[in-house]
Nanobody, 123 residues
Framework: QVKLVESGGGSVQAGGSLTLSCAASGYIVSTYCMGWFRQASGKEREWVAL???????TYAGSVKDRFTISRDTAKNTLYLQMSDLKLEDTALYYC?????????????????WGQGTQVVVSS
């Protein structure tokens, strides 16, 4: 059974940094496409970044050059390094896994989700 558990969320001031982790079990992270989504209060869940099984990363425009997605195969863990955080980055962050997400920006293309970890950016 595939399972994802996020950690690393917290409160940070604008301009600060935070690294989220997503520990996977039941499969090997490098064999799946892995992604990060976020959902701000009252808003729809939005795609943030993904890394495919070849290790190629893709980012949403709003986080490009500030966030970095990576994976550690030995630890079977996905990461999201976030820097220069902005107030609008405040959200519940989820990791997701799917072999081949057809429409990767859409949550319904991803079959496995973690429970989420909260990130709060304050001024």
């Amino acid at each position: 059974q595939v399972k994802l558990v996020e950690s690393g969320g917290g409160s940070v001031q604008a301009g600060g940094s935070l690294t989220l982790s997503c520990a996977a079990s039941g499969y090997i992270v490098s064999t799946y496409c892995m992604g990060w989504f976020r959902q701000a209060s009252g808003k729809e869940r939005e795609w943030v970044a993904l890394i495919d099984d070849d290790g190629i990363a893709t980012y949403a425009g709003s986080v490009k050059d500030r966030f970095t997605i990576s994976r550690d195969t030995a630890k079977n863990t996905l990461y999201l390094q976030m820097s220069d955080l902005k107030l609008e980055d405040t959200a519940l962050y989820y990791c997701a896994a799917e072999r081949y997400p057809t429409y990767f920006r859409r949550p319904h293309s991803w079959s496995t989700w973690g429970q989420g970890t909260q990130v709060v950016v304050s001024s």
